[in-house]
């Protein structure tokens, strides 16, 4: 039986990329007290939970990504609901000189950066014969170029001399050979090693870095685009340990821990919260086909 919605939580709904209308919390509300964050897709879904519950918790934040109409509306309902400022910036996680624009803007503006959450992604069902070149290329710049060149410019402009903590969000895509997603598998899988070799490197600065892999997650475009919604229909969703889908609040309580003092002596961690489902979870190629076609139809 799925559990019950708790205080805090919205019903999930790709639609609805809203602030929570009330908030249980789960740890001090001053925990990242006068901090910065800076959020890589934080204008909708994970990234824009993600940002709200920091900024529940003391922390300014920068959100970023290609589309500045989608930021500024989503930084207007993250500072009404939570009384802290949220900085807007149009960047391309491809395009290096992006980033350092909008990691100076943020310097100037909130003058600092503790927090750095790579949440910057892009992901469809495809089987592997069907997807083109240039797809395989764009998801892995997106995915995997894009957390390096961001954590580079970030590190070098900030965390180099004054520490702090990288969080990737991840997938686990790749543990065990995901059916129609060798492309976004393998660009994460990428990222896994990323954030080890980077904890190793960067920890004399005072930098830790860690990865959380979430499973399917409610409420979010990837959720619908990758099957999430027929999937929960049909009952896929018995076959994972907790017998449900996550959920965006989930998720960013995950971030907030490895973001915080709460984890001060965990790096190169890989954090799955995805209720075991990629323990369980059947990887029946046909009816992931099938999925797919019926998904491409629709977009």
Not at 124 to 153: H, Q, R
Not at 238 to 259: C, D, W, Y
């Amino acid at each position: 039986m799925a559990e019950p919605q708790r205080a805090g939580e919205l019903p999930e709904d790709v639609d609805m990329d809203e602030c929570m209308t009330s908030y249980t919390y789960v740890y001090s509300p001053d925990l990242l007290k006068d901090q910065v964050a800076f959020i890589t897709g934080g204008g909708s879904g994970i990234g824009l939970r993600i940002a709200e519950v920091l900024m529940r918790h003391g922390c300014d934040t920068a959100i970023a990504s290609r589309n500045i109409d989608k930021l500024r509306e989503a930084a207007t309902k993250l500072s009404a609901a939570t009384g802290r400022r949220c900085l807007p910036l149009c960047m391309d996680v491809r395009q290096p000189e992006t980033i350092t624009a909008a990691v100076e803007e943020t310097l100037r503006e909130l003058c600092r950066i503790d927090i750095l959450v790579n949440n910057a992604a892009g992901n469809f069902l495809c089987p592997a014969t069907a997807l083109s070149f240039n797809a395989f290329k764009t998801v892995m710049e997106i995915d995997t170029m894009g957390t390096f060149n961001t954590s580079k410019v970030v590190y070098e402009k900030w965390f180099k001399d004054h520490g702090g903590n990288i969080v990737n969000i991840s997938a686990t895509l790749g543990y065990r050979g995901q059916g129609l997603q060798v492309h976004a598998g393998s660009a994460k899988a990428a990222n896994d090693a990323m954030t080890r070799h980077l904890a190793v490197e960067w920890g004399p600065s005072g930098v830790r870095v860690n990865t959380l892999a979430p499973g399917p997650i409610s409420g979010t475009e990837g959720f619908r685009r990758l099957g999430g919604p027929r999937g929960e229909a049909a009952g896929a969703f018995q076959s994972i340990p907790l017998q449900r889908a996550g959920n965006k609040t989930e998720m960013a309580h995950a971030v907030l821990f490895l973001a915080s003092r709460a984890s001060s002596y965990v790096t190169g961690a890989i954090l799955v919260a995805d209720g075991g489902a990629w323990l369980t979870s059947a990887n029946d190629v046909s009816k992931m086909l099938g999925i797919a076609f019926s998904q491409s139809a629709k977009l």
